[in-house]
């Protein structure tokens, strides 16, 4: 699928795949989080639209309101297909609607996320000179692919991870039950060698997880750490 043309805006700013690219800060933390809305996932799941405004209401809480806009994240729900936000401030970020309890084309997400990263940093961050703190994924999954073929879901998950590997990226994978996940894909994605975590009975685990995540990748946004690689 061909990537969205720049687009002009009023101001001045451009529009690259729904994010305007004018007025980034400095510095930056990108954020990605990746829920499977299936079945399998049914006790972790918050009611639709609540879940990146609880995280956000959180993390001002214990940051102050500026790290919201310090902190650039989009969201992606697997369930009947793929819904996905635009990269945006933490501050204005919304859950995207979704069908909930449909069928988990994990390749075809993991494939969505590379293409938008790429475009978000090599179009908008990068010819800003913003750094890039750092970039951290979480993947809320069993990660068993359904509704796609073997090779859509080879293809988005080699496209992940070479962006992964690209531009430096960490991911986090949770899942219901480690002893049941898709070790395989599993393995193939813990670039970091975090290993699995597995969900406890605390319907509220995926979003205590999220929150603790991002808690700790907006951290780097006051230290020296190395920019992200744009090579």
């Known amino acids: 699928m061909a990537l969205s043309k720049k687009k002009s805006i ?9 994010v305007a690219a004018g ?4 510095r930056l ?4 989080v990746i829920i499977d809305a299936s079945g399998s996932m049914k006790t972790w799941l918050v009611r639709q639209g609540e879940f990146i405004p609880a995280v956000r209401s959180a993390l001002v809480e214990r940051g102050g309101p500026r790290v919201a806009e310090l902190i650039y994240g989009m969201s992606v729900v697997v369930s009947g297909g793929v819904a996905a936000s635009d990269f945006g401030p933490l501050s204005r970020a919304n859950d995207p609607p979704y069908t909930p309890l449909g069928q988990t084309p994990i390749g075809t997400a993991l494939g969505l996320v590379a293409e938008k990263l790429t475009v978000f940093l090599e179009q908008v961050v990068f010819p800003q000179n913003t ?15 359904t509704g796609e073929e073997p090779a ?21 994978i949770v899942a219901p039950d480690v002893a049941a ?16 975590r597995s969900l406890d009975d605390d319907p509220k685990a995926v979003l205590n997880i999220t929150f ?16 992200l690689r744009t090579q």
């Open 10 to 18: 009023p101001g001045g700013a451009k529009l690259v795949l729904g």
């Open 212 to 227: 603790d995540s991002l808690l700790q990748a907006s951290r780097k946004l006051t230290g020296s750490n190395p920019r």
């Open 181 to 196: 996940v898709n070790t395989a894909l599993a393995n193939r994605l813990d670039l970091n060698e975090r290993g699995v």
């Open 131 to 145: 750094a890039v703190r750092n970039l951290e994924v979480l993947i809320a999954s069993d990660l068993f692919p």
């Open 29 to 32: 933390v990108l954020y990605v």
């Open 152 to 172: 859509e879901t080879e293809a988005g998950v080699a496209a992940f991870v070479a962006a992964m590997r690209k531009f430096n990226g960490k991911v986090t």
């Open 23 to 26: 007025g980034l800060p400095p």
